[in-house]
């Protein structure tokens, strides 16, 4: 599923409309016009949809991608941060189940380890957030053992 904000979706509504208009690609100044936005602000909006891989903005003209995807609007970036961020949190929370031993503890260099450099590939600050999250939910605790620091998966 691929979020995007309220002000992408209108672009990329528009974007839908005029797709069968122009068939070699529309003219960001078409789209401008018509939805009243900034170059600037438009230009930031198209970037931020081409990543998303749901259009093809190059040389100043803007089309759909062909693929199908779901999306889901949100108010706001900070929406889609937050959602981003509690699906990231839940995968990790996955991967920590995996890899518990019969105690419910994981050395904490080996968690940070799958959560870094496995399939999430968490960036450290990320990472360590989740981490914090995880423990303020309490469903992960941080103990120290003799042989080194571990996590305690709770529940």
């Not at 529309?26 to 909006?45: A, M, S, T």
């Not at 994981?106 to 450099?117: A, M, R």
């Amino acid at each position: 599923m691929i979020n995007i904000t309220k002000n992408e979706e209108v672009v990329l509504s528009q974007i839908e409309i005029f797709d069968i208009e122009y068939p070699n690609g529309i003219p960001l100044n078409v789209l401008r016009k018509d939805l009243g936005f900034h170059e600037y602000d438009l230009v930031q909006i198209l970037e931020e949809l081409k990543d998303k891989d749901l259009i093809i903005f190059e040389d100043n003209k803007v089309s759909l991608s062909e693929s199908e995807k779901e999306i889901n609007t949100v108010n706001s970036r900070k929406d889609i941060e937050e959602l981003e961020l509690n699906m990231k949190e839940k995968e990790s929370y996955k991967i920590i189940q995996e890899l518990v031993d019969d105690k419910n503890l994981i050395s904490k260099y080996t968690l940070e380890g799958h959560l870094l450099y496995g399939d999430l590939k968490l960036t450290n600050f990320r990472m360590y957030h989740i981490i914090l999250s995880l423990q303020n939910k309490g469903l992960l605790k941080s103990i120290e053992k003799d042989d080194g620091e571990y996590y305690l998966l709770i529940g």
